[in-house]
């Protein structure tokens, strides 16, 4: 069994994925904006995932804005038929490299249609609806934005519907109007609002894909989980990982990583083995948080 296989499977929609997956937002330039320092690197990256074993890729349209997009198509097309993709709609990006809401129905239409022609697709298996309300989940009803995707969904274009960014009452809101594949919010070893929340998905059957699950621009800092790693042979950002694979059977992995050699570090975490008692000593990362 190769190490990415021991981190398990979940249905995600009409496809089988293993749970650790890739995210590409890192594929990108500085701030995610630009095309990246080395596109071959970038390119090495994605066919290097695929090859050991993934199929869950994390992507949007404006990471870059256009630019990873396009290099996943560079990659990996024509697509391996097991690979699932799924991307984010419902923000843009600024002159400045700023993150701006983009949640009309004309800007959602929009939205799609950029990450069909650039991912060179004819429907999405995924789309995830990011909700700008706030910096994380701020309550607000989302039937107008949620609406205008679904009709998307109608016309055959999108799949399958995700959420992003939301809190508990607008999954139930969105729940009324479609359903809902996956959620996709802030989550980590250090980063635990939605515990609750991922229980409750867990039984379900939603599939819940933490996003910044090491830390995201700034990294996760703890002196138990450094000193657990040592104990362990491995890194810091490998137990976090492992951690998170271990903490419920409805979490979806997509670690981003711009460099070959860290995404084999990242997937070698499947194999990584967390007793009982090293679990209880992470939990300390959290309270100290």
């Known amino acids: 069994m190769s190490s990415i296989q021991k981190s398990g499977t979940f249905t995600l929609g009409s496809h089988t994925v293993k749970r650790l997956g890739y995210g590409a937002m890192q594929l990108a330039g500085p701030h995610v904006f630009g095309p990246p320092r ?21 992507t949007c349209d404006y990471y870059g804005p ?14 391996p038929k097991d690979l699932v993709l799924v991307t984010k709609i419902g923000a843009r990006r600024g002159s400045d490299a700023s993150w701006l809401p983009a949640n009309s129905p004309t800007e959602l239409e929009q939205a799609v249609h950029d990450n069909l022609r650039n991912l060179g697709l004819e429907v999405l298996d995924v789309v995830n609806l990011r909700i700008m309300f706030g ?97 362990l042979g ?6 976090a990982l492992a951690w998170l694979l271990r903490r419920s059977p409805n979490i979806l ?21 967390l007793s009982a008692a090293v679990l209880d000593e992470l939990e300390g990362v959290a309270k100290a948080a």
């Open 234 to 239: 491995a890194t810091p950002m490998q137990v």
């Open 253 to 273: 992995l997509i670690p981003g990583t711009s460099s070959v050699e860290h995404l084999r570090e990242n997937l070698a975490a499947a194999e990584l083995e």
């Open 135 to 231: 910096m994380g989940p701020t309550e607000g009803s989302i039937e107008a934005q949620l609406t205008a995707l679904a009709e998307l969904q109608r016309k055959g274009l999108v799949r399958h519907i995700g959420l992003s960014n939301v809190t508990p009452a607008q999954i139930e809101e969105g729940r009324r109007i479609c359903k809902i594949l996956c959620v996709q919010n802030q989550y980590n070893l250090a980063h635990r609002d939605d515990d609750a929340l991922i229980d409750q998905l867990a039984r379900e059957g939603t599939a819940y894909v933490p996003f910044f699950p090491l830390g995201g621009f700034s990294p996760l800092q703890s002196s138990t989980l450094s000193r657990v790693a040592e104990r």
């Open 66 to 79: 256009h630019v990873t997009n396009q290099i996943i198509r560079e990659a990996l097309s024509p697509y």
């Open 38 to 58: 080395d596109r071959d690197a970038a390119l090495a990256v994605l066919r290097e995932a695929v090859s050991s074993g993934v199929d869950h890729i994390d």
